[in-house]
């Protein structure tokens, strides 16, 4: 369980004020404090919300600098919730970590609720014995689900590592159980050349998940049925006719679409990966996207030499979760630090969601 530290609100006061009067509450409460606060950015935030992070990233790079800050004793994270979750099981005790709004979640990350795994992990280790299974957890996840990766000699991964995390897996035990996305998951499958035939996809809402026994006990990867609806969005045509618009197109998409698009594209990889894929472009450059509309837009600003398109061209592919965090949430936050919008999950679910989360940081790097 995680919970929140005393009031959970976005005040309504803050809501009404001008950009540029919370702009400059969010720069003196960072002035005031220094290096005793840092405020980690997902890519995925609103343009205005952006330049105040001290660190920008993907979630992996971002875990990165949450379990190597020293210095702060308050970090706030502006992504959504399982990222604040992690920072704070990688957190020292004497740090406190925020989100700015406390209804920043993911869907993704709640299509796996942990009682549906615990009932999976029974169904499974009744004709597989469980020492034979790796289980390994997306980031996007919440952190019981991290701790129980922990506990069963797991780890966790990101977009950006999840090849490395499935061979590290393999090196323990035969089989990967991996949740909840199962896209990213097919789309590691093919990146190490998996035979089809020794994959088989969880839905917990049926029986055995869907399969029967002995597609269970023949399975090599075990792959959980969630999936992020703004990934999904992109289709196999909208790349064939991007290609047939605008001849020469490069198109680089997150490994969360489905596999139909990850194969067609030119390119794949972590929000951090598209962002260095569109810098590494020559000026004149046409680049379609496959990702969150609101980094696509930032990209496109950022880029003014070069073309910038969303791959859809027309689904309006935006993450309502990380819209969700304005200016007054931080601004709010900020002035109340301490007060409101903590993230605190539980210890005995921190120690086994760090030991997952540790594996990652050492082995995946
Ligand atoms: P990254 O780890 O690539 O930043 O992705 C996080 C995410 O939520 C993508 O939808
Ligand atoms: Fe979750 Fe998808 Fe939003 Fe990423 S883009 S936070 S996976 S809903």
Known sequence: MTTFAAKTLVSQEYKALPPEVLKAKIARKKSEWGKKLVILMHHYQRKEIVPFGDHLGDSFGLSQKAAAEVEARHIVFCGVHFMAESADILARPEQHVYLPNPYAGCPMADMAQIEDVFFAWDEISRLVPADEITPVSYMNSAAVLKAFCGKNGGIVCTSSNVTKAFNWALSQRPKIFFFPDENLGLNAARMLKYDPADIIVWDFKKERGGNTPEQIKKARLILWKGYCHVHTNFRPEHIEEMRTRHPGVKIVVHPECIPEVVEKADAFGSTNFIVNYVKEQPPGSVIAIGTELNLVSRLADEHPDKKI????????????????????????????LGEVNEIIVEEDIKKDALLALNRMLEFLK
Not at 310 to 336: E, H, K, W, Y
């Open 309 to 336: 398109l969303d791959l859809s061209g027309q689904t309006c592919p935006i993450c309502v979760n990380m819209f969700r965090t304005t200016l007054a949430d931080l601004a709010f936050t900020l002035d109340c």
